[in-house]
């Protein structure tokens, strides 16, 4: 429950702020670009920091890092709401992700700490990946009541009780956990993760803008390609790197990834089309539109903890494969949407592939976790995590890319059309998350986890 408020708090800021968008441009008379930084300098800061919030856990102390993140998302989120100008609102808010690099990746690492039974562990990854759902549904319609009522500083004032709860419990109630054995800190490793995962992010976000073959585009990219290389020639020659490449080499590990990846790229395409339609072709206030899609969110909720359980007794493959079905069909009932859909195909699709979005959660994060030692759980779940967050940066870039360049006119006479190829490039994603479901699953997989296993932990391999 107390790693929970971490996802909790940080998952309804990210949709909160969304909806405030529009508030908070009135205010500073800010354009198009100081509100999109306004969500993508979090977006880039965390991508980037993820990586190094996990393994601090793992060398200085789970619960320890987990505090500190609370009291910087905490603090920074009061600066939020104390900002005077869209530029310190947008220093805020990337103070706010350093914060969160710290909480959802370690809290992962002290639940796979807690529960090494992999039973239990599966089903409270369900319960984990359950309030994502919650935070889904709960972000548009507390933002958009906040901002309505009280102003959207109100959506980071929300985030302080909520942070000294989430502290007074930890302090209370999770022990301390660390790597028995700390690994000594790799700052080139870390370096070129950093430098990877801020160019790779910042050229997502910023390419469909800019254009891909832009001079400022095609330098970050290369940069990225270069870090790429760095940590392929480096990382396998220390003895104790901070991603340890061989981890790659276990089928499932590398295909939960690549799953996360794919799932939440789709699952960012699907929000990010859906709000457009609801709110500029069915003419939905913010409000509205969260309800709207609260069928979505409430099926996530429940299927999240449904989903560790089966994990739990049967393994992976059927929700695996349940999941990319699940979102493969959805975005087909939607091809071809306009202003006359009836609401019960709507709800529809949302409830079918909320489903699918809530059976995909729990097998990726135990993936990730299982097999590993519990010495490297949390740079093991940053990965993972890391994976969700550039997946979600990736779907909403590509697909609003696909969105811009068929739109002529006005949104909401051109939406239906324009949005036909997003909906069948969502589907493909759901249909290789089926793929590649039915690829970790194997007896090949199993095998290749297992020999990765012995080779990472020889001594006492972890459950």
Known sequence: MVCCLSLLMVGV???AVNVALPAIGAQFDAGVSGLQWTVDAYTVVLASLLM???????????RRVFVTGLIVFSAASVLCA?????????AFRALQAVGASMLNPVAMSIIANTFTDPRERAQAVGVWGAMFGVSMALGPIVGGALVSTSGWPAIFLLNLPIGIAAIVLTLRVIPESRAPHPRRFDPVGQLLVITLLATLTFGIIEAPVRGWSSPLIMLVLGAALVAVLGLLAYEPRRREPLLDLRFFRSAPFSASIVVAVVAFAAFGGFLFV??????????????QAGLAVLPMAVMTAV??????????RRGPRAPLVG????MLVAPVLLFGVSASTSLLQLAAAYVIFGIGFGLVNAPVTNAAVSGMPRAQAGVAAAVATTSRQVGMTLGVAIVGAVVTSRLHGS???GLG?????????????????????????SARAAASAQRTAARLNPEALAA
């Not at 859906?274 to 409000?287: H, K």
């Open 303 to 312: 299927m999240s903890p449904v989903s560790g359980r089966l994990v739990a």
């Open 82 to 90: 104390a900002a005077r100008t869209v530029e310190m609102l947008i």
């Open 323 to 326: 999941a990319g079905a699940a």
């Open 274 to 287: 859906n709000t457009l339609y609801l709110q500029d072709v069915r003419g939905l206030s913010p409000v």
């Open 13 to 15: 800021d990210i949709t």
């Open 52 to 62: 190094l919030g996990g393994s601090l856990g793992d060398r200085w102390g789970r």
């Open 417 to 441: 059309a324009a949005s036909a190829p997003a909906w069948w490039l969502i589907a493909g994603w759901g249909g290789a998350v089926v793929v590649l479901g039915l690829v970790a699953t």
């Open 411 to 413: 949104v909401a006479a």
